[in-house]
């Protein structure tokens, strides 16, 4: 309502200004939906000094009301699958999805198992996928670096190739960290 | 390991009076079938002498002839394996329960820590636990259908159609 | 009664700030606290032991892996003893003892990253960060022995796939001297710092005979007098070459949990040192066939949370007729939510991460509610002298 009385010069410093302040400080926040623990903790240690995402203004928030982006880490047990929607639909509009280790891809090594509904990504738009068993923490942070990369352009990621080799690649479409460091 | 045969002994002096048949599949294990309608003696037996700690229930199912199309199944039964440690000294006590009987009495009254064993045997065996207070669903989904019990061999998962495919 | 009528229900979870993993909370408060106490578990069930089934003996030795992301180790080790076991094979005495240096190392991991979430619950983040960042020093070495930072997968069944050079245990002993000396840190830190010392003693106190009585395993129920250790009452792998001391300690409360966890890394520290010395000679593998003997055993090893209990049947075949796995952290459930009653709300946290709860362990299989009946309850009256005492 507001902003259509806005003048459309404002308009667009407005915009300007919020997604600079998007990119710039990430907040996320994580849920386990059936996870091993290993990549929870892989992304528990993104916070610790030796690699403390924060200087990047990535911070890991409490609550989904707070958050930007949702880290989500393993197979979608049947208990998990309504919290894990009702996380999501919590949290404020606009808001993305990464998918962090094997079992977020694709049920992984749990595959067939009986409680296991499937990949996140038969629940949630997963914008990008960090595979590794679990990833490495340098893996979670380019996964978000990728996601800040292509809204930066002002779009979701685009659909999915494969980047390059290595157990800890990222699935991605954008290029890596080098310009986040503000 | 002198400790170790010691302790075994000691529990199959306790055990002799409710034991069907007494083996030792290794030399540290003792194992000891019951009669269900022994379980509380045995337990509380066990229970009296100080004898180790309860670690864990297991619940084995053993179906009947395997499936074949359009007949019905012979009977299988359900194994309740009842571990107890002390030390090294690992001593079962394991009672065979068909289908169309599968109920037993709860331990916890002796031992509290059975309570989570009991109901999980319940949950995942569908093994009737008679006095056991706790209800409804422990591990399982709010939503999971009632009267499946996943560890049932004939349980294989919502895709596939149950019947038939045995030995999977 | 009257404490069903005024009960005042505080949900947590299960997607919550504090623990990094789901379960649902219930807390019942009459003011700041707690009354009863209950737990829906169950958001991390993937129904393992069912898959299991349908595996094969050596891509179990995976997904078992794949039970906890902090004790994947203990959990192939004691999988993996089993079915050599059931197979009649001899490991090498080399496979086994890299095996234990894994599974200690493995231990001193998952007690520093215990210290620091234990540390953060108690609001007292500094600790947590120098605590992570010191494990990273044992998670960079688990990483050049195997390759991998969490799930190394150095068992094989009848061996290990990695070798210990004398490169490697040269960097070892290197890492392992910083950790020490960071842990006599720690240890001052928790001994000595005022705030942590009154969030920390006299929380939560639990009698040997009452650990006993509810089942507590582990680094909790050593911390309450009871000598339990698996390495010790019945050693596996190399365990009865070089021995380890059960630490213990008498005063049963949160304090107690934190020191026997540090002696316990002081300790692993020293045995890892030890077979380093004296590793001993030989070959990495040996064959196992690919059908294993019909046949039941019992396989137990004490992983870094208490006893991890592995009950395998064969039938004979290429897959595993039963894999049953009783995990630690599910003994240790009753503990907490009985010794939660009485309890301020504030130190709930504390208490529940003092027994270092694994939901991806316990939640393959159970969850546990506890009712307000039982010898737990409090009458109005004994609550409402609580608070005056309390408050006086």
Redesign the interface.
């Known amino acids: 309502m507001v902003q259509q009385t806005l003048n459309s010069s404002w308009q667009n410093v407005l915009t300007k200004v919020t997604a600079w302040a998007r990119i710039n400080s990430p907040w996320a926040i994580h849920f386990n939906s059936g996870s091993c623990n290993g990549c929870d903790i892989q992304i528990l240690a993104t916070l610790t000094p030796r690699y403390d995402v924060e200087r990047f203004g990535i911070k890991l928030q409490g609550s989904p009301r707070h958050a930007d982006v949702l880290l989500c880490t393993g197979p979608v047990t049947m208990q998990a699958r309504d919290a894990l929607l009702r996380t999501y639909e919590q949290m404020p509009e606009p808001k993305f999805v990464i998918a962090v280790g094997s079992c977020g891809l694709s049920g992984g090594v749990f595959h067939g198992c009986y409680n296991i509904v499937g990949g996140i990504n038969e629940l949630l738009p997963v914008d990008v996928f960090v595979p590794g068993c679990p990833p490495r923490p340098e893996g979670i942070i380019y996964g978000v670096a990728v996601l800040l990369e292509a809204l930066k352009a002002g779009k979701r990621p685009e659909p999915i190739q494969w980047s390059g080799s290595g157990l800890d690649g990222v699935l991605h479409s954008g290029s890596g960290l080098e310009d986040h460091h503000g | 390991m002198a400790s170790?045969i010691g302790s075994l002994g000691a529990a199959e002096a306790v055990l002799k009076p409710f034991a069907k048949a007494i083996n030792r599949?290794?030399p540290?294990?003792l194992e000891v079938s019951i009669h269900p309608d022994d379980l509380l003696a045995a337990v509380r037996a066990l229970v009296d002498e100080s004898w180790g700690?309860?670690?864990?229930i297991?619940?084995?199912?053993r179906p009947g002839q395997p499936v074949t199309q359009g007949e019905s199944q012979a009977e299988g039964a359900i194994d309740v394996?009842y571990?107890f440690?002390s030390?090294?000294a690992?001593v079962?006590l394991r009672i065979t329960l068909p289908y169309s009987q599968a109920a037993i009495p709860t331990i916890s009254g002796i031992?509290?820590?059975a309570?989570?064993?009991e109901?999980?045997l319940r949950e995942?065996l569908g093994v009737e636990v008679i006095g056991l207070?706790?209800t409804?669903?422990?591990?399982?989904?709010?939503?999971?259908p009632v009267g499946v019990y996943?560890?049932r061999?004939s349980?294989t998962?919502?895709n596939q159609p149950v019947a038939g495919a045995e030995g999977? | 009664m009257a404490a069903d009528t005024n009960k005042f229900v505080i949900p947590i979870g299960p997607q919550h700030p504090a623990l990094k993993e789901p379960a649902n909370f219930e807390f019942w408060v009459d003011g700041e606290i707690v009354t009863g106490a209950s737990v829906r578990l169950g958001y991390v069930h993937r129904g393992i032991e069912k898959g299991a089934e349908a595996r094969t003996w050596t891509q179990n030795l995976y997904l078992m892996e794949r039970i906890c992301g902090i004790c994947s180790h203990v959990h192939a080790t004691a999988y993996t003893l089993g079915v050599e076991k059931l197979a009649g094979v001899k490991v090498p005495q080399r496979a086994n003892a890299i095996r234990q240096l894994m599974a200690e190392l493995e231990r001193i991991h998952s007690h520093m990253l215990w210290l620091g979430v234990a540390a953060h619950e108690g609001g007292f983040d500094t600790l947590f960060m120098y605590s992570w960042r010191d494990r990273e020093t044992v998670m960079d070495l688990l990483e050049k022995i195997s390759g991998n930072k969490v799930h190394y997968s150095a068992n094989l069944l009848g061996g290990v796939k990695f070798d210990i050079t004398s490169e490697l245990a040269a960097e070892i002993h290197k890492g392992l001297d910083f950790l020490e000396e960071r842990n006599h840190f720690y240890m001052k830190v928790v001994t000595t710092d005022e705030t942590f010392i009154g969030r920390t003693q006299d929380i939560g106190t639990m009698t040997t005979e009452k650990a006993e009585f509810l089942g507590a395993i582990g680094p909790t129920a050593r911390a309450s007098g009871v000598a339990r250790d698996i390495r010790v009452d019945a050693p596996y792998l190399i365990y009865d070459q070089f021995p380890v001391k059960v630490m213990t300690h008498t005063s049963g409360d949160l304090h107690g949990r934190f020191i026997v966890r540090i002696n316990e890394t002081f300790e692993s520290i020293r045995i890892i040192r030890e077979i380093l010395d004296h590793m001993p000679q030989g070959e990495l593998t040996t064959r196992v066939p690919r059908r294993i003997p019909a046949g039941e055993v019992v396989s137990r090893v004490e992983a870094p949370r208490g006893e991890l209990l592995y009950f395998i049947a064969s039938n004979g075949s290429e897959k595993p007729e039963r894999v049953k796995v009783r995990t630690p952290s599910l003994c240790n459930w009753s503990t907490v939510l009985s010794l939660a009653i009485g309890l301020k709300l504030a130190d709930m946290p504390m208490l529940l991460s003092g027994i270092d709860p694994c939901f991806s362990c316990n939640d393959r299989s159970i969850s546990l509610k506890r009712g307000q009946q039982g010898p737990q309850v409090w009458s109005w009256e004994k609550l409402r002298q609580y608070g005056i005492e309390y408050y006086r």
């Open positions: 170790t599949p290794q540290e294990r700690y309860l670690s864990a297991v619940g084995l199912d394996l571990l440690c030390g090294a690992v079962t031992t509290p820590t309570m989570l064993y109901w999980e995942m207070r706790v409804g669903h422990l591990i399982l989904a709010d939503d999971w996943p560890l061999k349980f998962g919502f999977a």
